[in-house]
């Protein structure tokens, strides 16, 4: 019996210990958090004008990823704000690209129809699964001219309070960006 005790009483006390080191959930933000300093991951695809574009054609730009597709309404609601940070950055010598799993055909016709600014590339969506940067749809990886990713969130909006901080944030890691490099 008194074994019994000290094995209980074991237990419980490792439990207590354990509760103690704080606990990091899962979630949208702790993943963009953790991509933060990590090269970016070799990807290779096809532009809507279908030509070949990989990672290794952005060494020694500032880029800024966004992951899209067609029928993602918060993706086409955030395109006029990526279009300001086009006009804003773009003859700045930052890279827009928007990563899809739409077919290039069907990239190109929606860009005519809606004005979408960024250069799109498609792949497969086991392709951006593999890439394991995008944690949802519309997600925006901002990455250095050393090819590591400076910053990662979800929506860009500079409008819905929901996502201004972020959006903030992310424009001013991208001046930083521009500065230092």
Known sequence: ??????????VFSFIALAQDAPVKW????????????KDLPPFNGLTINKKQL???DLKNQVVVI?????????????MPELNNL???????????????????TSARRFQKRNG?????????????????INHGFPSNVLVGKDGKIIYA????SFSDPQFKTKSVLF???????LKSN
């Open 116 to 132: 979408y600014r960024y250069e799109i590339i498609s792949l497969n969506k086991d392709e951006i699964r593999k890439l394991n």
């Open 171 to 177: 424009e001013e890691k991208l001046k930083f960006a």
């Open 153 to 156: 969130t979800a929506n860009i």
């Open 26 to 37: 899962a979630t949208q933000e702790t993943f963009f958090e953790d991509l933060i300093g």
């Open 54 to 56: 990989s990672n290794t």
């Open 1 to 10: 019996m008194k074994i019994y005790l000290i094995l209980l009483f074991s």
């Open 66 to 78: 966004n992951f899209w597709f067609e029928k993602c309404p918060p993706c086409i609601a955030e």
């Open 86 to 104: 086009v006009a804003k950055y773009g003859k700045k010598a930052v890279r827009f690209i928007g990563i899809t799993h739409d077919s290039p």
